[in-house]
């Protein structure tokens, strides 16, 4: 891919690919309570995968925005957070499940409803990983773009809603890579009405990487997993 490609995902809706390495993905949400669950593995290795608990803990946080990367299992960067006006995304609350759907907004079927049931993102991101030959073993905590959870002392996890109507966050693909979506509610979301909010996918070839790059440079440890990244890449090059 080196056009320009883009997709909208509307409510409820899932999409995945394999993208190469040196893109810019930029989700877009088109209004208020937009929640993407998303997945990342190696795209020619896909047992290597984004790890939350070793990306929060190499970057000292609890939340993601621009200049957090987003690590793998190996120590590697699976994708960087290069813009960012959305200013907080989740990596702590999971996804939605059928029976916390059904609890929250009322049973519905696509036998019933057809394309207007309510879907969740447990079944969503499973659709999309047989897709590429992956099971339901192969799921694990995503990052929850566009959502914002304060994770409190006592470890209790408080939902805050935050504007997204417009607002955007962009990704460098540092490897080859799947990325696996679903546009459904954030699982601690207190509303009762299920979220409308469209999100678009735009998919460009990422600006080359400078000296001073806030990803890199955000802290030791993101610099190491760059390092882990560009040296797995440099074995693999040919000779021209």
């Given amino acids: ?79 960087s957070i290069i813009e960012d006006t959305a200013g907080w995304h989740d990596p702590l609350g999971g996804y939605t499940t059928r029976k916390g759907t059904d ?29 590429h030959n992956l099971t339901p073993r192969d799921l694990s905590a995503p990052v929850n773009f566009f959502s914002k959870v304060v994770c409190e002392l006592d470890g209790t996890m408080r939902y805050v809603p935050q504007p997204t109507d417009g607002r955007s966050v962009t990704l460098r693909t540092e490897m080859d890579v799947l990325l696996v979506v679903s546009n459904t509610p954030h699982p601690l979301n207190p509303s009762a009405v299920y979220p409308r909010a469209a999100v678009e996918i735009r998919i460009t070839d990422a600006a080359p990487m400078t000296e001073d790059d806030m990803c890199v440079n955000h802290c030791g440890e993101n610099r190491r997993a760059f390092e882990n990244t560009w040296n797995a890449y440099a074995l693999m090059k040919g000779a021209n």
């Fill in 103 to 131: 609890g929250k907004y009322g049973p519905t079927s696509y036998q019933q409803e057809r394309n207007a049931w309510l879907r969740s993102g447990e079944e969503n991101l499973t659709v999309e990983l047989y897709r």
């Fill in 1 to 79: 891919m080196t056009a320009s490609f883009s997709i909208t995902m509307g409510p409820g809706g899932k999409w995945s690919a394999y993208i190469g390495k040196g893109k810019s993905v930029t989700l877009t949400a088109a209004g208020d309570s937009a929640n993407v669950s998303a997945l990342l593995y190696h795209a020619a290795y896909p047992s290597e995968r984004y790890n939350m608990p070793d990306s929060l803990k190499a970057q000292h946080t609890a939340f993601y925005t621009a200049g957090h990367v987003l690590m793998s299992d190996q120590g590697r960067v699976l994708a």
